[in-house]
């Protein structure tokens, strides 16, 4: 299972136990009949913590289907894996040798003279976590206009962003080789969700959901 589809899963699960562990609230016994046992928990009653329910559902559904076709279907394939690590490779190199550095990229790698270089893996070429930020998109509600502006402008930001790692990759093996390792490891790595949670923070605030304040007054 991938690491994405197992990250949307324990979000929803905790999420889920979170809301399970309120307080209850306690069912009004009849007369004659004996108290009642049954306690019901206060989120069945809460249209908040229904919303919350369906975007944890919403979560896991999308993270299953892109498991399905993800680890299924496009790994094996290899093709899409592919074409986006040499694209990778092939913008970062010409963003170097923009810089005035003497790169080049060769398929999915990217070197420089007298280093090794850096080689673009499937796992490292940004596709699962653009389907993480889809996930959340989708899931959390907005309006579907802007969703669907804000969806190719966050897989561009996405995409950049592992331009930007994969030239300072470059870079620190060509001019400061002993630091590469602890920022190919995690520095570099971390960024990716760091730049996704930024996306889904900006989503939540202005996605355009109508508050409780816009909706019309009763008559």
């Known amino acids: ?24 609230l306690a069912l009004p016994t009849l007369r004659g009949s004996p108290p009642a046992c049954l306690m019901l928990p206060r989120w069945v009653m809460s249209a908040s913590a229904r919303s919350v329910l369906l975007f ?8 299953v289907v892109w498991y399905v076709v993800c680890d299924l279907w496009l790994l094996p394939d290899g093709r899409l894996d592919a074409w986006l690590s040499q694209h990778v ?6 963003l170097l040798s923009g810089l005035g550095h003497d ?12 280093i090794s270089g ?25 309006r579907f206009w802007r969703r669907l502006a804000f969806l190719p402008l966050g897989i561009l930001v996405i995409y950049a962003t592992n331009v930007g790692r994969v030239v300072a990759m470059v870079l620190t093996q060509k001019y400061w080789p002993a630091a590469f390792d602890p920022l190919h490891g995690f520095g570099l790595t971390t960024i990716f969700h760091v730049v996704v949670f930024g996306l889904w923070v900006v989503w939540a605030n202005y996605g355009g959901t109508p508050s409780a304040s816009s909706a019309p007054a009763p008559a």
């Open 118 to 142: 850096v080689r673009i893996a499937d796992g490292c070429n940004g596709l699962a976590t653009i389907g993480l930020f889809v996930g959340f998109m989708v899931a959390y509600p907005g």
């Open 56 to 63: 944890l559902a919403k979560v896991l559904a999308v993270y």
């Open 103 to 114: 790169a080049s990229a060769l398929g999915r790698s990217v070197t420089m003279p007298g």
């Open 1 to 24: 299972m991938s690491a994405v589809l197992k990250r949307g899963i324990l979000c929803a699960l905790s999420g889920a136990s979170a809301l399970v562990s309120t307080s209850s």
């Open 89 to 94: 490779a092939g913008v970062s190199g010409t």
